[in-house]
């Protein structure tokens, strides 16, 4: 993407190139406009780079973002002293120069500041790669430098305004002769060119930094190879490459805060030591099955299965090894699950939970058979204590088949009603908890014989 944009900027700046010189109208309101968009972007760009810097604890971040507070304030201080914008001849204009000293100053001191993290950044990773602790402390001092910098700006250019020409009736011909402007470019083509060796194989961040200095690049050349004057097309596409500059890396930290917000939505909703989901997506996946099934009428299904003898377990062989017995049933009882749509989570503990979408009771006892034996399958040696060989898996199903006025939390009960008759049963073995469609209440029926083994009395709701 970002090869792409600095290939579409390329062909913006050659097609404009031949044209650069070509006058426009002068535009009293762009100057202004500019003004409000680029300092916001910078600003915020800033901000942005040092809750990063703070949140990943990289403080060379921090010259990154000063870097955008030195842009972003004398692009503010510049607009302020351009003629026309405020005031006729501009506030604080010297001879007509103090402006143009500004934007001079802007463009040196922007791909400077870059430079400057390109070198701090490689002698962080260097001190990290020797396992050295060089950590400067005057990188938090950073940005309070910057906005020195840019507010010593103004009078510097004042002052120099009253003593060097780099403008005359918007030509910038002067500027050239006296080595100025060549100066800038120079700056410029030396920043992208040590952008491109530190930067072509970088973080996602300093790859779009480079788009930025390959644009800010562009503007210079538009500026003063192209215009050579005020209010021409090369001049007004230069204003658009320093917009494209400040928005660049604004819109790909915005993209990364967009992907951490999302994974850390999706990290919310995982167990930390099966990796399939929690208790609370679990919870939230079954609510919704509930709402689908009532409004299309059709059923669903809620499996609950739980370890035999898990303390047992743990007690013979450790947690570590109680831990990897989770992994891998997790893992196998994701396997016996035919459809992406079907939601497997860890309820707590050693118990699981899976819920079932547009399933039946019966199907629902397949899919439960399907994980008891494939957690058998696993042959996990079981502690002497437990009086089993092998792990194995105690499971109940119930399910919701309208027209009921059962709620999420009565199929869930009901599953877990049907579990804990697995267990009474002698474990290892599937049961299912059906609703009789009569006064006598629900009972319990075994999906080994299909008759029941437990008549259950259910309290009024």
Known sequence: MAAIAIAIIAALIAITFPFAARPLPHVAAFLPMFAVYAVGADALSAYLLLTHARVVRYPPLAMLAAAFVFGGSVAGLQVMTFPTAFTPS??????????????????????????????????????????????????????????????????????????LTLIVHGDFSPGFRNGVFPFVLIVNAVALAAG???????????VWVLVALFTISGDVALNLLGGHARFTLGWYVARLCTLISTSTLLAVLIAEIHTMYAHAAELAGIDGLTGIANRRMYEERLEAAHRTAARSRRPYAVIMFDVDWFKAYNDAFGHLAGDDGLRA????????????????????GEEFAVVLGDTTAAGATIVGERIRAAVADLRLAHGPASGTAFLSVSVGCAAYEPPSDETAFDVRTRADR????????????????????????????????????????????
């Open 418 to 461: 049907a579990l804990y008759a697995a267990k009474d049963a002698g474990r290892n073995r599937v049961e299912v908890d059906l609703v009789a469609r009569s006064l006598e209440g629900p009972s319990t029926y075994s999906s080994a014989t299909g008759v029941p083994i437990a008549e259950v009395t259910c309290d009024p709701l």
């Open 196 to 206: 491109v060796v530190r930067f072509r194989n970088g973080t996602v961040i300093q």
């Open 90 to 163: 501009g506030l604080f204009d010297v001879n007509g120069q103090t402006s143009v000293w500004m934007w001079t100053f802007w463009h040196l001191g922007f791909p400077l500041w870059i430079l400057a993290y390109a070198i701090v950044d490689a002698r962080w990773q260097r001190s990290d790669r020797l396992g050295l602790a060089v950590r400067p402390a005057w990188l938090r001092a950073v940005v309070p430098l910057a906005l020195g910098a840019a507010a010593v700006a103004l009078p510097v250019s004042i002052a120099l305004a009253g003593r």
């Open 329 to 348: 049933i997790a893992g196998a009882a994701r396997a016996s699950l035919g459809r992406s749509s079907d939601a497997l989570a860890r309820y707590g």
